[in-house]
């Protein structure tokens, strides 16, 4: 009974995610590059946001381009053909993807809250240049916060050799260190980002 259930599921995964993942690719590819397109294109009129925007675009297609060889992946019914170390890269881009998109939005957050209800405060006083720094701030911070997983093991031959988040035998230890990465990752510039909100909310309804 189990052994049906799991390959049930395995097929059902197989047909489910390879047209998923193949439509999110061509779909992603075409949005993400109109959408950079349209802001090279209107560059000057969007002010300092840009930057992050910018970069919040770089980080899809960052993950875009994994998709390919998880496409392979689940078509070949999770058998892994790229090794160890584009398996590990592969969830690295991933983790880049999620967590970079994440800070690049709570800085546009807090733009927006200092836009809205500090504009004179922060005229003229941020610019570009500020912006810049920031995003290779958030890519540095992503990145150290992201390289630990590279470190536990991705790979488990069985039958076929799959390419998971963590194997069984470090699920304790990647536990750990997957709590403080949601803390800092996602917690964090979530409450930023909901006060923030808030606040920007309030202050309207007030005027």
């Excluded at 193949?22 to 090279?40: D, M």
């Amino acid at each position: 009974m189990n052994n049906s259930n799991c390959s049930v599921n395995r097929e059902f995964i197989k047909r489910f995610l390879v047209p998923v993942y193949s439509s999110v690719l061509i779909i992603g590819l075409l949005a993400n590059g109109w959408g950079l397109k349209s802001l090279l294109q209107n560059w000057n009129k969007l002010g300092n946001v840009n930057v992050f925007v910018l970069n919040l675009g770089l980080t899809d297609i960052l993950h875009l381009l994994t998709l390919p060889f998880l496409i392979v992946y689940y078509a070949m019914d999770r058998n892994w053909i790229f090794g160890d170390a584009l398996c590990k890269i592969t969830r690295f881009c991933f983790n880049l993807n999620l967590y970079g998109s994440i800070g690049f939005l709570t800085c546009i957050s807090v733009y927006r809250y200092l836009a809205i209800v500090h504009p004179m405060r922060v005229m003229g006083r941020i610019t570009v240049t500020h912006s810049v720094a920031i995003s290779v701030m958030v890519w540095l911070l992503v990145s150290v916060q992201s390289l630990p997983n590279m470190f536990f093991t991705k790979t488990l031959e069985n039958n076929t050799k799959e390419c998971l988040r963590t194997r069984d035998n470090d699920v304790e230890r990647y536990l750990k260190y997957n709590l403080g990465w949601t803390l800092t990752g996602f917690c964090i510039p979530l409450l930023i980002t909901g006060l923030l909100w808030t606040h920007d909310r309030r202050y309207l309804q007030d005027k």
